[in-house]
């Protein structure tokens, strides 16, 4: 098991102190989404090569304490929430809680739909680029699932804000960038 330091990090390799001046980025997992179904499901290291593009330095922020015993690759360190912190708080919250190592990134990336709030809440806070890639739309979701107004609400102000402070949005299919243009009125 690995040993964190005072903010929660694990490390998978690499500790120089002057890359922790270069060109960082942090990815956001979904609430409900783990680095082990990364790792179960054989996507972690592609998932790693697509975030850590442009970067020098990864950093994913991860909500599921049974993530601390994954082996990442060199260059990569996990961000894992306080052991009394709930879940869906820390989904939230996470860039308050390692504002340490968001104020030295550069690039913030939200994975998925429930994964908008935090990089969204860390660009505002932080400044740097913030990356959405959705293979999963919330809101989309929500509505063919037939959910009360309250929780549609949430995921639209949500996709909605996020949606327009990116500078870049990803979608997984043609449909999706139809549906954020015609929803939110995203270019």
């Not at 990090?9 to 270069?22: C, I, N, Q, S």
């Not at 699932?145 to 909605?160: I, K, P, T």
């Amino acid at each position: 098991m690995r040993k964190r330091d005072s903010e929660g990090v694990a490390r998978g390799g690499g500790g120089d102190p002057d890359r922790e001046r270069a060109m960082t980025a942090v990815v956001f997992l979904s609430y409900g989404t783990s680095l082990h179904d990364w790792d179960c499901q054989g996507i972690l290291e592609q998932e790693v090569r697509v975030h850590r593009e442009g970067a020098d330095g990864l950093f994913l922020v991860a909500p599921d304490l049974d993530d601390v015993g994954i082996l990442l690759p060199s260059g990569v360190r996990a961000l894992f929430r306080p052991r009394w912190m709930p879940s869906i708080v820390y989904a939230l919250l996470s860039p308050l809680v390692h504002w340490r190592t968001m104020r030295r990134s550069q690039i913030f990336h939200g994975h998925n739909g429930r994964a908008l709030w935090a990089p969204a809440v860390a660009r505002k806070l932080f400044g740097g680029k913030l990356t959405l890639r959705f293979g999963y739309l919330w809101s989309w979701d929500a509505i063919q699932r037939g959910v009360s107004s309250f929780r549609l609400w949430v995921a639209l102000a949500s996709e909605r804000w996020a949606c327009r402070i990116a500078d870049r949005i990803l979608v997984a299919a043609p449909w999706q960038a139809v549906y954020l243009k015609q929803i939110h009125g995203i270019e």
